[in-house]
């Protein structure tokens, strides 16, 4: 900064060289199709609160208890997100403090879960003999990563995986949906503490009311972990765990179009444990800025516009997967129910990998990423899959009209096996696409 305590110059006066990495990144959203299901362009509102001069200010502790002075537009804010949450996703209590998601998740750890070691006591003795015996932590029963789970539901290298132990349900092998027999006899047979619904990586339609049964049956907890379709149920275009799910937790971004954030959601009777895990057990000042920045995106979805984007998303989905399967892809359950699909290269390309045609359809300006699928016999960075969705897309006003043309141009460069001739021809039919469809007009 300088001297001059008045002297504030613009970005690109202050500092050209990160000025400039954002003119690039602009330029490459502006120019690329962005078809990673966890992406989303945000609204000028959103982006205007996110980058908002609440950005200055502390606000350690919850509205009207704060440990600082000078919050009372924090907690204006604040309050109002936490009530726009509440109304949009119909639960009794919303913390709106978690930075990502994975933050939200760990709010209901530390509030319904006991840490401790992820082996039993034999394990740990069996495998360090000369080391202390830890007490074993509760058990979680969570969906496996490779079969569309996430890192944070008990993957031994998250600090998840590290507190707990953790038993995963997958999908049948045949119809590569949630096998709920598989979580009915395991929850039988190992009595978890906690039962984590939701995924990164699955197409279809979850059965809320069954888990909760399972759930009751066992006397465990149940967790809904609603990332990826948050825009969905608070749409109603996907069912809503909430009135059966003591803990509802999401990221802010996706479906959801807001900022990069979290969220979690609980039943009346956790909500002070709840605020205690989140402040002061996880995080200490929350980000204000990004706090606005939800109840801009809280206000947007409660506007009738969000249900028909949604529709839009969806729609979308199922004719991009319909346009990829009439083009010899298979797709992991045979397509989708809501915003992604999971594409797998095993049976119409053997020899290539979710990594490559990940960085073939980046050069040719579409943006996917690699993703492991059921049964996948190559390594998490190799993969033998590819996740597509539709939300940023959606966003960009593409309709499902265009999807066939999104189909041939993802057909086009994998078969090409990312040659530069196809690849560059493929980008220039992009560019010509996002400028009939361009981002943040002015």
């Given at each position: 900064?300088?001297?001059?305590?008045?002297?504030?110059?613009?970005?690109?006066?202050?500092?050209?060289?990160?000025?400039?990495?954002?003119?690039r990144?602009?330029?490459?959203?502006?120019?690329?199709?962005?078809?990673?299901?966890?992406?989303?362009?945000?609204?000028?509102?959103?982006?205007?609160?996110?980058?908002?001069?609440?950005?200055?200010?502390?606000?350690?502790?919850?509205?009207?208890?704060?440990y600082?002075?000078?919050c009372?537009?924090?907690?204006?804010?604040?309050?109002?997100a936490?009530?726009?949450?509440?109304?949009?996703?119909?639960?009794?209590?919303?913390?709106?403090?978690?930075?990502?998601?994975?933050?939200?998740?760990?709010?209901?750890?530390l509030?319904?879960?006991?840490?401790?070691?992820?082996?039993?006591e034999a394990?740990?003795?069996?495998?360090?003999p000369?080391?202390?015996?830890?007490?074993?932590?509760?058990?979680?029963l969570?969906?496996?990563?490779?079969?569309?789970?996430?890192?944070?539901?008990?993957?031994?290298?998250?600090?998840?995986?590290?507190?707990?132990r953790?038993?995963?349900?997958?999908v049948?092998?045949?119809?590569?949906?949630?096998?709920?027999?598989?979580?009915?006899?395991?929850?039988?047979?190992h009595?978890?503490?906690?039962?984590?619904?939701?995924?990164?990586?699955?197409?279809?339609?979850?059965?809320?009311?069954?888990?909760?049964?399972?759930?009751?049956?066992?006397?465990?907890?149940?967790?809904?972990?609603?990332?990826?379709?948050?825009?969905?149920v608070?749409?109603g275009?996907?069912?809503?765990?909430a009135?059966?799910?003591?803990?509802?937790?999401?990221?802010?971004?996706?479906t959801?179009?807001g900022p990069?954030a979290?969220?979690?959601?609980?039943?009346?009777?956790?909500?002070?444990k709840?605020?205690?895990?989140?402040?002061?057990?996880?995080?200490?000042?929350?980000?204000m800025?990004?706090?606005?920045?939800?109840?801009?995106?809280?206000?947007?979805?409660?506007?009738?516009e969000?249900?028909?984007?949604?529709?839009?998303?969806?729609?979308?989905?199922?004719?991009?997967a319909?346009?990829?399967?009439?083009?010899?892809?298979?797709?992991?359950?045979?397509?989708?129910?809501n915003?992604?699909?999971?594409?797998?290269?095993?049976?119409s390309?053997?020899?290539?990998?979710?990594?490559?045609?990940?960085?073939?359809l980046?050069?040719?300006?579409?943006?996917?990423?690699?993703?492991m699928?059921?049964?996948?016999?190559?390594?998490?960075?190799?993969?033998?899959?590819?996740?597509?969705?539709?939300?940023?897309?959606?966003?960009?006003?593409?309709?499902?009209?265009?999807?066939?043309?999104?189909?041939?141009?993802?057909?086009?460069?994998?078969?090409?096996?990312?040659?530069?001739?196809?690849?560059?021809?493929?980008?220039?039919?992009?560019?010509?696409?996002?400028?009939?469809?361009?981002?943040?007009?002015?």
């Amino acid at each position: 900064m300088s001297a001059d305590p008045h002297h504030h110059p613009p970005l690109r006066d202050a500092d050209p060289a990160v000025a400039e990495i954002f003119a690039r990144e602009l330029r490459r959203q502006q120019e690329t199709l962005e078809l990673i299901a966890s992406e989303n362009h945000v609204s000028r509102a959103v982006m205007e609160a996110a980058g908002s001069i609440f950005t200055n200010k502390y606000a350690e502790g919850y509205p009207g208890r704060r440990y600082y002075g000078g919050c009372e537009n924090m907690d204006a804010v604040e309050s109002l997100a936490i009530e726009r949450a509440k109304k949009l996703f119909g639960c009794d209590h919303a913390n709106v403090q978690p930075h990502s998601g994975s933050q939200a998740n760990q709010a209901v750890f530390l509030a319904a879960m006991r840490p401790g070691s992820p082996l039993t006591e034999a394990e740990q003795k069996a495998k360090n003999p000369d080391q202390p015996v830890r007490t074993p932590g509760d058990l979680v029963l969570s969906l496996h990563l490779d079969h569309g789970g996430h890192l944070s539901h008990g993957k031994n290298v998250n600090v998840s995986g590290k507190w707990f132990r953790v038993i995963h349900y997958g999908v049948d092998a045949k119809t590569e949906r949630i096998d709920m027999d598989q979580v009915a006899r395991l929850a039988r047979e190992h009595k978890p503490r906690l039962i984590i619904t939701g995924a990164s990586a699955y197409a279809r339609v979850w059965e809320w009311d069954r888990f909760a049964q399972i759930a009751a049956d066992v006397g465990a907890l149940l967790m809904a972990d609603i990332a990826h379709i948050a825009g969905l149920v608070a749409a109603g275009l996907h069912p809503s765990p909430a009135p059966v799910c003591p803990f509802v937790t999401t990221t802010t971004h996706k479906t959801l179009r807001g900022p990069r954030a979290g969220l979690t959601m609980c039943k009346a009777e956790w909500a002070k444990k709840i605020d205690s895990a989140v402040f002061p057990g996880l995080q200490g000042g929350p980000l204000m800025h990004v706090i606005a920045a939800k109840a801009v995106a809280f206000g947007e979805a409660l506007r009738p516009e969000f249900k028909a984007y949604q529709q839009l998303i969806v729609d979308d989905a199922r004719a991009l997967a319909e346009a990829l399967m009439s083009r010899g892809f298979r797709l992991v359950s045979g397509g989708t129910d809501n915003h992604l699909m999971m594409v797998d290269l095993r049976q119409s390309h053997p020899d290539v990998s979710g990594a490559m045609a990940e960085k073939w359809l980046e050069n040719a300006g579409i943006i996917v990423n690699k993703n492991m699928i059921p049964f996948d016999q190559r390594k998490p960075m190799e993969t033998s899959g590819l996740r597509i969705g539709t939300p940023a897309v959606a966003t960009r006003g593409l309709r499902p009209e265009h999807m066939a043309a999104v189909a041939d141009l993802i057909q086009r460069v994998i078969a090409g096996g990312g040659d530069d001739k196809t690849t560059q021809q493929v980008r220039g039919e992009v560019r010509a696409i996002c400028a009939q469809f361009p981002l943040y007009k002015d």
